[in-house]
């Protein structure tokens, strides 16, 4: 399948995303068992296309088209879930002041971006607490890489507690399980994608934490006092943490069939097990729907225009 189209997706509200070169599609189980579809078609902008072509640029690129893009589907499904079909107006609620001037999408880059600031912030001042016993850059930097890992795996361990969270990460897990079918060149039904692993080398999870170990190294060629420069220096920085990361993820992907280099992965897949669950057939089946629908609609654009879309 080394051939093959690459695909990727993101785990919805009771269903999942996936994308391919220029149509993203959402499935999802409405409240009646029925599975609703929405539809978009990435647009292609000729300038982005050049900086994907760019090594440690096209990571960042990429990372804010798919939190956008992520953010429409997201909506979709929150918006309908857990709505009864044909009453999807009048349960609608209106969207925020915010979302209403500025546009899903964008309100999905800022969100990313303010939650990559706080988590790249927030550690420095706990760790400039300890500055009393732990001084010295070495120290605080490795120190202030530690509480961004537990703050990372704190985070995902509580928020998997939840219901709701916790069908996101089994619909994560479907996901992965319908890649890993395609990539195997295997028929893609419920029983060969619940026989496949629930992680993957290409998950974003994986590439979270990359940022967490490419930071720590990066931090130790900048000044890390003041405290002010310090925090400058981690702002300047996140595109650059963010461009290495996402090269690093490709690279482990690439590596991944290699015996003596698969292993460069495994931190990856070992907090995919925090963030994936494995799912039922149910969910599996909603997965199933959607990567077939993506791949109709590849070969027959016309399609799209049945599904809902914008």
């Known amino acids: 399948m080394s051939n093959s189209p690459v695909y990727g997706g993101q785990a919805q509200l009771e269903g999942v995303m996936f994308g391919g070169k220029e149509h993203t599609v959402t499935a999802i189980r409405r409240n009646d068992d029925s599975i609703d579809y929405y539809h978009y078609k990435k647009v292609q902008k000729p300038i982005l296309q050049k900086l994907k072509k760019i090594p440690f640029v096209r990571g960042v690129v990429a990372l804010v088209e798919s939190a956008g893009l992520g953010s429409r589907h997201m909506q979709f499904s929150g918006d309908r879930y857990d709505v009864t079909p044909g009453e999807e107006e009048d349960q609608k609620e209106e969207g925020s002041k915010l979302q209403m001037i500025l546009g899903v999408a964008v309100v999905g880059v800022l969100s990313f971006l303010f939650g990559k600031f706080a988590?790249?912030?927030?550690?420095?001042?706990?760790?400039?607490?300890?500055?009393?016993?732990?001084?010295?850059?070495?120290?605080?930097?490795?120190?202030e890489s530690s509480f961004k890992l537990v703050l990372l795996l704190t985070y995902l361990y509580f928020i998997s507690l939840t219901p709701l969270i916790k069908?996101?990460?089994?619909?994560?897990?479907?996901?992965?399980?319908?890649?890993?079918?395609?990539?195997?060149?295997?028929?893609?039904?419920?029983?060969?994608?619940?026989?496949?692993?629930?992680?993957?080398?290409?998950?974003?999870?994986?590439?979270?934490?990359?940022?967490?170990?490419?930071?720590?190294?990066?931090?130790?060629?900048?000044?890390?006092?003041?405290?002010?420069?310090?925090?400058?220096?981690?702002?300047?920085?996140?595109?650059?943490?963010?461009?290495?990361?996402?090269?690093?993820?490709?690279?482990?992907?690439?590596?991944?069939?290699?015996?003596?280099?698969?292993?460069?992965?495994?931190?990856?897949?070992?907090?995919?097990?925090?963030?994936?669950?494995?799912?039922?057939?149910?969910?599996?089946?909603?997965?199933?729907?959607?990567?077939?629908?993506?791949?109709?609609?590849?070969?027959?654009?016309?399609?799209?225009?049945t599904l809902n879309h914008d």
């Open 119 to 143: 988590f790249t912030l927030v550690p420095v001042f706990m760790a400039n607490l300890f500055s009393p016993w732990i001084e010295g850059k070495v120290g605080q930097i490795l120190l």
């Open 167 to 305: 069908r996101v990460f089994q619909y994560h897990g479907a996901e992965h399980k319908v890649i890993n079918c395609y990539e195997a060149g295997m028929d893609i039904t419920v029983q060969n994608v619940q026989a496949q692993s629930r992680l993957h080398y290409r998950c974003g999870s994986s590439f979270i934490l990359f940022t967490v170990f490419v930071g720590m190294f990066l931090y130790f060629f900048v000044p890390a006092e003041p405290l002010w420069l310090r925090l400058v220096d981690r702002i300047l920085l996140i595109p650059v943490v963010l461009g290495i990361s996402f090269e690093v993820l490709q690279a482990t992907n690439a590596c991944r069939n290699i015996p003596v280099l698969r292993f460069l992965g495994y931190p990856g897949l070992w907090l995919q097990l925090l963030t994936t669950r494995e799912p039922n057939d149910e969910q599996v089946e909603v997965a199933i729907a959607s990567f077939n629908m993506l791949l109709q609609v590849e070969e027959q654009p016309e399609i799209a225009a």
